[in-house]
């Protein structure tokens, strides 16, 4: 009975195969090409179906028990996502020249596509990971007035076209629409802070904190009576004391997750009231996991707080956080974490240095605060300005606060389905001979700039070695002012590029709004640049010949740096020239933007709010 069975789920599997041929469903790398009739097709397909059906007869009468479905659909994707992802890496230069010659050039242009894609896996997987105990539509019917209307309406047009990126969103919408509190999402890196800033937001030690990457699954604090609540992903709950928060929220104590919990309730007295707080597991961790659930969880805040640890870099994680907050429709403040790290002028410049690093990567449209703080208690006054200036407005009028931040929600959602749904304006043949003229110039433009930056090493090596010399010479550590250099070294060739790219849209390829997140400049080399002291007992006249001595020895990592990063830059480039790629831009609160149909109704619902 058992071969019986076998046989007819093997045999089912290949007729599965012959379906997607018959339906012409195939996929360009597949190797047969679609030379069936529809009447062929649709007679393949009937037939497929009478062979099912008489399958199952026989089973039937034979006593042998159908086929069960035993294994999760949304598992069995995630881990097909994860085998793409490994053969993603199979990408890599070193790898590839394994196989024979291989094109210095050509690798990187396949390294920077694997890791765009590799990026891409990781929101899908983050979308698998936006689950919920019922099913969206039943949820949904149960909001009443203009939110549950306007909720409605986009999950019904989010199935006719296909939308399925705007349905967590809509979901967390929903959420939110049915809590009176105002949550505040605290996101960043490993070990960025945000245990230790939720700890000293909410007044006492509630969090697990230390050095090793910690939170492995979402923490809620709220006010209440002290106590936590673990929720599992199988629906179940169950209480425990604060104190063992750590065994079911830390990587570890729980490594990947393995107990399988979806998220974790904490209490306390201290916590504002009408505020609550959500720790994210890091970005950039090596935990699986960890960065899928924090991208997820980007929607289901009011406000989101994003942290970049003093002496870091600007990395694409935190560009993509504040992107998907914007994107979400949802307030986003900037903070400089473990400030006490750096001197006054050098938090100065870190707070500038941040700032330019977002405004040069997100939409003119998206402005962002950046503050610095720290909760070593030597710090009080950062702490005390966030409170009073950000939490302490929340918390005194929170339910207004959560009912204008859904609004804004609304509003930006319904202007990323209207861009989503509306198309490209039709051009004439005179633009489109425009058109075609301004993207090859900008082709050869882009091209030129980024081979220029490639082969830039020994001129950005001159530039940092004096001023490096210039530090020395006012007895300064110049390690703070070359860092900033090297970081700044593309920027002129990402100014370019972005231009080429403008003029060409500007012929009537599309809209510059519409441009996707540029590749971000950040060098494993600069960590080895903890401390450059003046030299003793040496003539000022001998700096700049030290200092290039100095600095002599990371040029091949520069090098690399460089030539990698201008790759990725070139493909950026190139790729935005025909496809402008997902908008990060979506319609402020109050933009005139014309909306698509019935968007423009349920925008006027809105507003009425």
Not at 250 to 269: C, K, S
Not at 405 to 417: E, F, K, P, S
Not at 488 to 506: I, K, N, Y
Request: charged share 25%; aromatic share 4%.
């Amino acid at each position: 009975m058992r071969h019986v069975q076998s046989t007819f789920t093997y045999i089912d599997s290949l007729l599965g195969a012959i379906e997607r041929l018959a339906r012409s469903d195939l996929s360009p790398f597949m190797q047969e090409k679609v030379d069936l009739a529809p009447d062929e097709g649709r007679l393949i397909l009937s037939s497929v179906a009478v062979a099912r059906t008489r399958m199952l007869e026989a089973l039937d009468r034979l006593r042998v028990p159908r086929p069960q479905p035993s294994v999760s659909a949304r598992w069995s994707i995630e881990t097909t996502y994860n085998f793409a992802a490994s053969a993603f890496s199979e990408l890599d230069l070193s790898r590839l020249r394994a196989y024979g010659a291989a094109d210095d050039e050509v690798g990187r242009e396949l390294e920077a596509l694997a890791s765009d894609l590799e990026t891409l896996v990781r929101r899908s997987v983050a979308l698998l990971h936006e689950r919920d105990s019922g099913a969206l539509q039943e949820r949904l019917a149960t909001l009443h007035g203009p939110v549950g209307e306007v909720l409605r309406g986009l999950e019904r047009l989010s199935l006719e076209h296909g939308l399925a990126e705007l349905r967590s969103l809509i979901a967390a919408a929903a959420e939110r629409a049915t809590s009176a509190t105002f949550d505040v999402g605290v996101f960043g890196r490993v070990s960025a802070g945000k245990s230790s800033l939720i700890n000293a937001l909410a007044g006492t030690t509630l969090l697990p904190v230390g050095v090793t990457p910690a939170t492995a699954v979402p923490l809620r604090v709220t006010r209440g009576e002290l106590g936590a609540v673990v929720h599992m992903l199988d629906g179940s709950r169950h209480e425990i004391p604060v104190e063992a928060v750590g065994a079911y929220g830390t990587e570890e104590q729980n490594p990947q997750n393995r107990r399988g919990v979806r998220e974790v309730g904490i209490r306390a007295p201290t916590v504002p009231e009408g505020l609550r707080f959500l720790d994210t597991p890091g970005v950039g961790s090596f935990a699986t996991s960890g960065p899928a659930q924090a991208f997820a969880w980007l929607p289901r805040c009011d406000l989101g707080l994003v942290l970049v640890a003093a002496g870091s870099p600007v990395g694409p994680d935190e560009i993509a956080l504040v992107a998907g907050l914007f994107h979400a429709g949802i307030a986003c403040r900037v903070l400089l974490s473990k400030s006490d790290l750096l001197t006054p002028d050098e938090r100065a410049r870190a707070i500038a240095y941040v700032g330019r690093e977002l405004a040069s990567a997100l939409d003119p449209a998206h402005t962002v605060e950046v503050e610095a703080v720290s909760t070593l208690p030597g710090y009080a006054e950062q702490m005390d300005a966030l409170r009073r200036t950000v939490l302490e407005p929340l918390a005194a009028d929170h339910a207004r606060a959560a009912r204008d931040a859904l609004r804004v929600r609304l509003h930006r959602l319904i202007g990323a389905a209207s861009a989503a749904m509306v198309g490209r304006p039709q051009a004439g043949v005179d633009d489109r001979m425009t058109a075609e003229g301004a993207r090859l110039a900008a082709r050869e433009r882009i091209r030129d700039e980024t081979r220029a930056l490639a082969d830039s090493t020994p001129h950005v090596l001159r530039e940092a070695a004096d001023i490096l010399a210039a530090a020395w010479s006012r007895g300064e550590d110049g390690a703070p002012a070359v860092r900033q250099a090297m970081l700044s070294a593309p920027g002129r060739t990402l100014s370019a590029v972005t231009d080429a790219l403008d003029h060409a849209r500007a012929g009537g390829s599309s809209d510059p709004a519409r441009r996707r997140m540029p590749p971000l400049f950040d060098p494993p080399l600069l960590g080895t640049l903890a401390e450059l002291a003046p030299p003793r007992h040496r003539p000022r006249l001998l700096y700049r010949t030290l200092a290039r001595r100095h600095l002599q020895p990371i040029a091949p990592a520069l090098q690399d740096a460089l030539q990698r990063y201008a790759s990725r830059l070139r493909a950026w480039g190139l790729a935005g020239l025909d496809d402008p790629g997902p908008a990060v831009w979506t319609p402020q609160p109050g933009d005139d933007a014309p909306l698509y149909g019935p968007l423009a109704e349920l925008d006027a619902l809105v507003r009425a709010m």
